[in-house]
């Protein structure tokens, strides 16, 4: 059988150039708000349209919680499915949560097109971003945990063309002997790592008593074109999600103070669990940093949910404790989004003066308000940066604290 999961093999790694087109479903659960689920699928059309599809249509349904056999109820299940006989073009059904493979499988035969949940789409960009072995080891890892307790047959009984968005991946055949594959492999990948993870404590080890400041937040609040600021490093930086994967380290030199500065893969909500683990060698950035640069877009209009996001994924990581200094960035957008045009310039300092304070009381950490794209307020940021970087010296290398005091 041809195994139609070859990770990283297809030609220009990966997801084929021709946009696909989808539907995305969304469920709102106990606890949950129309609103909310809302955004969620505003996020996860973008997740689509990153991995290289298009969402023509979106469904939504309320129940208490989630059907055991089709994730959805019944009635929402034939809407679908009428939608997708009319709409020749459509590939895939795209849901914002996890499924079992019991339920992927019923869906899939149903539908007959293919079923992506959010964890899989995830996994999907990831493995077109990696770019370093490193990241391509950590991915693939990822995908095999994930996979394991879904292994099923892979669409076999769809008429249409396999490939494309979810379709990179390790792959199996009969389900036990795949099993033991997937086991097997796994142990390989954890294997590789290790070494991997060896030789960059070595490398780390080799930068000298430096202090570390690591760049986080969210995914596409902007954090790669600060790096490129700040450093004048060439970080690729893209308006799409998870645009970078693989850390970034440059040594920065500021009023002659010097700091190792890193730039770190975004976070995002409901993050596949195999993921955080997998990439937790990556992550040691963070947790070995001495300061953290917590980035938000605040022009994002549920940007203090991506803020307790990023904390939760932190906390996970035991790197919640850090010094931190937040930066707000994309202040210019939020101004077109709020302000109105004749608003003098006067009263916009006093509204974002106000705005600051908030913050600081609401996360306990100083912040300041820039434009990564006007360069504004990068003088000021600069400036904190600076004073948190001394006072980092003053405590972990007291000794070499007087070079730049």
Same mark, same amino acid.
């Given at each position: 059988?041809?195994?139609?999961?070859?990770?990283?093999?297809?030609?220009?790694?990966?997801?084929?150039?021709?946009?696909?087109?989808?539907?995305?479903?969304?469920?709102?659960?106990?606890?949950?708000?129309?609103?909310?689920?809302?955004?969620? %699928? !505003?996020?996860?059309?973008?997740? @689509?349209? &990153? $991995?290289? =599809? /298009?969402?023509?249509?979106?469904?939504? *349904?309320?129940?208490?919680?989630?059907?055991?056999?089709?994730?959805?109820?019944?009635?929402?299940?034939?809407?679908?499915?009428?939608?997708?006989?009319?709409?020749?073009?459509?590939?895939?059904?795209?849901?914002?949560?996890?499924?079992?493979?019991?339920?992927?499988?019923?869906?899939?035969?149903?539908?007959?097109?293919?079923?992506?949940?959010?964890?899989?789409?995830? %996994? !999907?960009?990831?493995?077109?971003? @990696?770019? &370093? $072995?490193? =990241? /391509?080891?950590?991915?693939?890892?990822? *995908?095999?945990?994930?996979?394991?307790?879904?292994?099923?047959?892979?669409?076999?009984?769809?008429?249409?063309?396999?490939?494309?968005?979810?379709?990179?991946?390790?792959?199996?055949?009969?389900?036990?002997?795949?099993?033991?594959?997937?086991?097997?492999?796994?142990?390989?990948?954890?294997?590789?790592?290790?070494?991997?993870?060896?030789?960059?404590?070595?490398?780390?080890?080799?930068?000298?008593?430096?202090?570390?400041?690591?760049?986080?937040?969210?995914?596409?609040?902007?954090?790669?074109?600060?790096?490129?600021?700040?450093?004048?490093?060439?970080?690729?930086?893209?308006?799409?999600?998870?645009?970078?994967?693989?850390?970034?380290?440059?040594?920065?030199?500021?009023?002659?103070?010097?700091?190792?500065?890193?730039?770190?893969?975004?976070?995002?909500?409901?993050?596949?669990?195999?993921?955080?683990?997998?990439?937790?060698?990556?992550?040691?950035?963070?947790?070995?940093?001495?300061?953290?640069?917590?980035?938000?877009?605040?022009?994002?209009?549920?940007?203090?949910?991506?803020?307790?996001?990023?904390?939760?994924?932190?906390?996970?990581?035991?790197?919640?404790?850090?010094?931190?200094?937040?930066?707000?960035?994309?202040?210019?957008?939020?101004?077109?989004?709020?302000?109105?045009?004749?608003?003098?310039?006067?009263?916009?300092?006093?509204?974002?003066?106000?705005?600051?304070?908030?913050?600081?009381?609401?996360?306990?950490?100083?912040?300041?308000?820039?434009?990564?794209?006007?360069?504004?307020?990068?003088?000021?940021?600069?400036?904190?940066?600076?004073?948190?970087?001394?006072?980092?010296?003053?405590?972990?290398?007291?000794?070499?604290?007087?070079?730049?005091?």
């Amino acid at each position: 059988m041809q195994n139609d999961w070859n990770l990283g093999e297809q030609k220009k790694k990966g997801i084929k150039q021709t946009i696909e087109s989808a539907v995305v479903v969304g469920l709102v659960q106990k606890d949950q708000t129309e609103a909310q689920i809302l955004e969620y %699928l !505003d996020e996860l059309e973008f997740l @689509a349209l &990153t $991995a290289g =599809a /298009k969402s023509v249509r979106r469904f939504m *349904q309320k129940l208490p919680h989630p059907d055991s056999r089709t994730f959805i109820g019944k009635g929402k299940l034939e809407e679908i499915k009428a939608f997708i006989d009319a709409n020749e073009a459509i590939t895939m059904v795209i849901f914002d949560d996890d499924l079992t493979g019991k339920q992927v499988s019923i869906l899939e035969e149903t539908l007959k097109v293919k079923i992506i949940d959010r964890s899989t789409l995830i %996994l !999907d960009i990831f493995a077109n971003r @990696a770019q &370093t $072995a490193q =990241a /391509k080891t950590q991915v693939e890892l990822a *995908q095999m945990q994930y996979l394991l307790p879904r292994l099923r047959g892979l669409w076999t009984h769809l008429e249409r063309q396999r490939g494309g968005i979810g379709m990179r991946g390790p792959g199996e055949k009969e389900i036990e002997t795949d099993r033991r594959i997937v086991r097997d492999k796994i142990t390989q990948l954890k294997k590789k790592l290790e070494k991997i993870d060896q030789q960059n404590v070595t490398r780390r080890k080799n930068r000298g008593e430096l202090i570390r400041v690591a760049l986080v937040g969210y995914t596409n609040v902007g954090k790669s074109t600060l790096m490129n600021i700040l450093s004048d490093a060439d970080v690729f930086a893209e308006n799409k999600l998870f645009a970078t994967l693989d850390t970034t380290v440059r040594k920065v030199v500021l009023d002659q103070v010097p700091f190792l500065l890193s730039d770190t893969v975004g976070f995002i909500r409901k993050l596949p669990h195999h993921l955080i683990e997998s990439f937790k060698s990556t992550l040691d950035e963070v947790t070995e940093s001495d300061i953290l640069i917590h980035v938000v877009d605040i022009a994002h209009p549920q940007h203090e949910d991506q803020i307790l996001t990023v904390n939760q994924t932190l906390k996970e990581l035991d790197a919640l404790e850090k010094p931190t200094l937040f930066v707000f960035n994309k202040i210019d957008e939020y101004r077109r989004l709020n302000y109105d045009l004749l608003l003098e310039d006067e009263t916009k300092t006093e509204i974002e003066a106000g705005i600051s304070e908030n913050l600081r009381h609401a996360f306990e950490h100083d912040n300041v308000l820039v434009s990564a794209v006007t360069r504004e307020n990068m003088d000021l940021l600069r400036t904190k940066i600076i004073d948190l970087v001394k006072q980092a010296y003053e405590v972990r290398y007291p000794y070499q604290a007087k070079l730049w005091s």
